[in-house]
């Protein structure tokens, strides 16, 4: 009987050390609203239809992970919707990240091959990890808000998109893992 007990309770022990060590890569204070920010391009002319959709979300802070080459980093994904007739171009080297105090992040790290071209009809996603500038944490920046820039082609004329972004300070329920947070 005792041996089943040390049996059980040794079986507990290691699902409890494993449950510990299966953190989120997140440092889950740093959760930003809107999500997804909506930006439409607009065009001068009678077409109200916006030819250019993008979803914009901060998903958070990221722990580095030298495993995936990923720096500590603001995590941002950005989801392009061409709702037009003509082809659009997005060069993710024009994203750009700066805080509320007009404090700028490295360039992001963005795993796609060069610009993105996108037929009419067509949708893509992209996840930029934005490091910050060296020598610098999350807690030494001020991140209360945060405004995510970048540019698109549409018809070769360069049209520049924004979105801010604030601080999240109350609770409310993550839909995407389940876990509530404040």
């Known amino acids: 009987m005792a041996r089943r007990w ?3 309770a040794g079986l507990l022990g290691t699902l409890g050390v494993g449950a510990g060590c299966a953190q989120s890569n997140y440092e889950s204070s740093y959760r930003y609203f809107p999500q997804p920010a909506v930006v439409d391009v607009v065009r001068r002319d009678s077409n109200r239809q916006a030819p250019l959709t993008v979803l914009a979300s901060v ?5 580095a992970d030298a495993k995936q080459d990923i720096p500590a980093s603001v995590v941002v994904r ?8 003509s082809g659009v171009t997005f060069d993710p080297r ?3 990240l700066v805080t509320g105090s007009l404090r700028a992040f490295d360039p992001p790290v963005v795993r796609t091959a060069g610009p993105l071209e996108l037929a009419p009809s067509a ?6 990890y934005f490091p910050f500038p060296p020598h610098t944490t999350a807690a030494q920046m001020n991140m209360r808000n945060l405004r995510l820039r970048w540019e698109v082609r549409i018809e070769g004329v360069v049209v520049p998109q ?3 972004f604030d601080r ?7 839909e995407y893992d389940g876990d ?3």
């Open 6 to 8: 040390m049996w059980a």
């Open 59 to 63: 998903l958070g802070v990221r722990r």
């Open 78 to 85: 950005l989801r392009f919707e061409n709702n037009g007739q």
């Open 94 to 96: 024009s994203l750009e």
């Open 123 to 128: 949708r893509r996603e992209v996840t930029a």
């Open 162 to 164: 924004s979105a801010v």
């Open 168 to 174: 999240t300070s109350g609770g409310y329920y993550d």
């Open 180 to 182: 509530p947070y404040y």
